[in-house]
């Protein structure tokens, strides 16, 4: 049987681009987006291009949405989450290659690498900064820890949602519980997309969370190894 996928959104604030992205991703996949209190016409714009719309309020972070989206999941039975960005900056049409990547690899997490030469220069700074930073603290080659654009099995999903990460850094913990609980991680490549979209990253403020999950990933999967 094929496996029961749900594409989950999480959106802050997206209403011009939104209602392209679900109407895009509903081709392959049910939608699911989790409305982190906008201001705009987000969900109402959700809706009407068929997707289910969760709302919470106010505006929780990334993280908690993503939360919110994966608990309807598992109450709803499907078997992975396909998550992807609202902003345009994930082509829906790529969601192919994560659901055959599942089907014949079996991977909890699997993510999107994009090419960050093809990023503006500020981005592909930080991304291959953190990438290095990333692939340290782990001990091993981490090709791309920041893409939204990934599917995450349902055990997966199961032992995220005991976490503590609730912002953007939810992301970096989804790949080391991967590795602490011995479970396989893969990888697609993806288009890299830019066309001027508003990032909802405060950079100061991130860079300091980054370097600190960073430090703590480090000693975790040190204390996994002994």
Known sequence: MSPKILALIPAYNEANLIAEVITKTRQHLPVLVVDDGSRDETAAKAEAAGATVLRQNPN??????????????????YDAVLTLDADGQHDPAEAVKFIESFVETGADLIIGHRNFDQMPIVRRISNTFGTALFSWATGTSILDNQSGYR???????????????????????????CMERGYQLGWVPIRTIYAGETSHIRPLHHVWNFVRVSLQTRKRLKRTVQ
């Not at 972070?61 to 598992?74: P, T, W």
């Open 60 to 77: 929780q972070g990334k993280g908690a949405a993503l939360r919110r989206g994966f608990s309807y999941a598992l109450e709803n039975g």
């Open 151 to 177: 599917l995450l099995s349902r055990r997966m999903i199961e032992t995220l949602l005991e976490g503590l990460e609730a912002g953007f850094e939810f992301e970096m913990e989804q790949i080391v519980v």
